[in-house]
């Protein structure tokens, strides 16, 4: 199909894309504090890195998906491109950990998927470099590889997993968790399980985890959200499925901001209505794992595929943290949550 250029002042930024059809920004939509720069390809998913000794340094940390020419670029919180790995053979999505045991020492890593290589991807923070002599193959010895979503989770007892989803997969077994771990100087991964349902309608790409309650969920596109338990031995029950009636087509990315250990919220991407749809992190009083949509906010992203957000004190441009959305045009969206948390007060009342 013949490439479209569209000019959307309303964000002040050009972008290419396969159709015309894109969904259009709500009048009402809430405008970004921050837009990074371009990237030269198709921008997918976010991570926030945060510089606990010198916030103002923290990072966000996003993809570029394409084939061969692909990249992992990280920005400063005003945007500007500070590092880049280029190239990367499709990155898809990316997750950040901290404390990964390396060498002798505790160090900060992101993970990206790599999938036209069906690998995945390891940088050290903040200096940006690969530590992963060439990547680490996964989905090893299945008919259905193409490595998509991602996120890391950090157990109480300091391990590091990996949870990874693909482009096609069995119900039941969708997703793969892999134990990272480093062993003369190579990180290795160990299969610890597979799980997860999938409906066969599209694909499962976005995963979060809440690591302090210990929970993954995953956006089943044009289906809902499924939640399990993020640490193995707590098995592969899947114990909430939320979401099915809330969104206009896509389930796409999902971001997790919390308000104090066990309460906030949980943003999930309604892509072709370019919303995100709130639930309750601690779901309801009754019931943790009962998610009711709370408020739906209208937002300047245009077909967002990946988000994340983080609370914490970067200073006076984000006191409150900030919620990070890729969007249609190569960049990434940066709203002070002071932002967000407004209109979902409003909507509340």
Known sequence: MKKIIITLSVIGSIFSCESSKLASIPKNALKPTVTTQQTPNDTDDPAIWIDKKNPEKSMIIGTDKQEDTGGLYAYNLNGEI?????PLNRPNNVDVAYGFSFEGKEIDIAVTTERASNKIRIVSLP???LIDNGGIDVFENEAQRDPMGIALYKSKDNKIYAIVGRKEGPSGEYIHQYLLEEKNGQITTTLVRKFGNYSGKKEIEAIAVDEELGYIYYADETTGIRKYYAEPKKGNE?????????FKRDHEGIAIYKTSAKDGYILIS???????NVYKRQGEPTNPNEHKLIAKIPVSTIECDGADAVNFNFGTKFPKGFFVAMSNGKT????DWKIIQNEIDKQAK
């Open 332 to 335: 990434f969206q940066l709203y």
């Open 82 to 86: 500070i590092h880049k790995i280029t």
């Open 270 to 276: 309604d892509q072709q209505a370019n919303y995100f």
């Open 127 to 129: 200096d940006f470099k």
């Open 238 to 246: 899947e114990i909430a499925f939320f979401g099915q009636n809330d």
